[in-house]
């Protein structure tokens, strides 16, 4: 379970930015909420609100990129620049990630300082008494050669020598079959975010989420359920295999959605590209969503209600709540332009994000504002500009 993350010279963030997922334990606990085994009261969601291209996205990315390079960078090109942008104006810095997880029953510490060039730093620590090092890698520009050290890892330190420099220590470690690195990138994180940004609702996402509902009935009933509880027209979704070039390739093949409506006495089906926005955004939302409730991990997820209706909110982020649709704590950090989420959440499970003149994003929790009471109509002092993150119109 994800306790926080931070990151500095990222994108438009020049300066440090805390994303704090733990709350005092004097808060009241709701269904958002959970006390973990560490003894932490952590949400299970947040959400980032903020005006047009204030950074909302180059908030949610950092998370979703250590993933991948604790998981996925090994496959990397030798040669090929870690994916990610420094600020323009401090372009020869460094960036600094740091991250916070409980993980089989500890706390843990991941930090990572880096060029698109090279892992600069990278360490990992368990917090027993305080947080201890597992391993510590340095680049040693003297040497042109990192030192590594470790502590109960498991990594020979030949092998830890060899490893590239676009490459974590950990994703290196699993091809050794180190066994604490392999239970890490087992962790399970879905998103719709690339290096680039949002990935769009396409004919291709539509097909990926129809090949996935193909592959887990269960998911696939609990989708037709919803989509017809929250009243798009719909009756359900079939799925319909097909061969993507019956003549050259006839084994080649692939699986479509239709969308069945039923008007009258009269049932009928359409191709699911002829479905709204909404109807398609929700059909793709909930192939990434269910996965992670389902089995537990984190959705990182850009414009949540993207095509949807600001009222589909509230149900969607009340799977999270419930222990029969969420029953292994899963957590959600989305952004949203829906600012009805301001009378849904707590004060401490919102960020608010804001850039100034000089291009400069920064980021702050909302509880974290001088003179907030949890009686506030927290939507309608937002609206009203008392807590910035707003248009400047």
Not at 125 to 134: A, G, I, P, S, T
Not at 306 to 322: K, R
Request: charged fraction near 20%; charge should be negative.
């Amino acid at each position: 379970m994800l306790h926080s993350y931070a990151f500095s010279n990222f994108q438009s963030f020049a300066e440090r930015v805390d994303v704090d997922l733990t709350i005092k334990r004097n808060t009241t606990l709701t269904d958002w909420m959970i006390d973990d085994v560490c003894g932490n009261r952590v949400s299970k969601l947040i959400s980032v609100v903020g005006h047009n291209a204030s950074g909302k996205t180059a908030l949610l990315k950092p998370i979703a990129f250590l993933h991948w390079f604790i998981c996925h960078s090994f496959a990397s090109q030798p040669n090929s620049p870690i994916p990610f942008s420094p600020h323009l104006a401090h372009i020869n810095s460094p960036t600094e990630f740091e991250c916070v997880f409980d993980f089989d029953g500890n706390l843990w510490r991941y930090v990572l300082h880096a060029t698109p060039t090279r892992v600069l730093r990278e360490a990992l620590y368990q917090k027993k008494e305080r947080f201890n090092y597992v391993f510590v890698r340095e680049w040693d520009s003297d040497s042109n050669s990192y030192s590594v050290k470790q502590q109960d890892f498991g990594l020979p330190a030949k092998s830890a020598k060899k490893v590239r420099q676009n490459v974590s220590l950990i994703a290196w470690a699993a091809q050794y079959d180190v066994a604490l690195a392999k239970q890490f990138i087992a962790s399970r994180v879905i998103t719709n975010l690339n290096v680039v940004g949002r990935l769009p609702i396409s004919e291709q996402a539509i097909m990926l989420a129809a090949e996935h509902f193909s592959a887990y009935p269960e998911q696939h009933s609990l989708m037709n359920s919803l989509l017809s509880t929250w009243d798009l027209g719909l009756s359900g979704v079939k799925l319909q295999e097909i061969q993507l070039n019956p003549v050259e390739a006839p084994e080649q093949k692939s699986w479509i959605a239709l969308g069945e409506h039923v008007s009258g006495n009269t049932t009928f089906r359409l191709p699911f590209n002829m479905e709204s926005n909404g109807t398609q955004g929700a059909f793709v939302l909930l192939s990434r969503l269910l996965p992670i409730l389902e089995g537990g991990g984190l959705a990182v997820i850009d414009e949540f209600e993207n095509d949807l209706h600001p009222h589909m909110l509230e149900p969607i982020l009340d799977l999270f709540a419930t222990p029969i649709a969420n029953p292994h704590d899963a957590q959600l950090i989305f952004s949203t332009h829906a600012i009805e989420v301001l009378n849904l959440v707590e004060k401490s499970q919102v960020m608010l994000v804001e850039k100034n003149e000089d291009c400069v994003s920064t980021a702050y929790r909302l509880d974290t504002l001088d003179g907030i009471r949890n009686d506030d109509n927290f939507y309608a002092k937002y609206m009203a500009g008392a807590y910035g993150a707003v248009p400047n119109l």
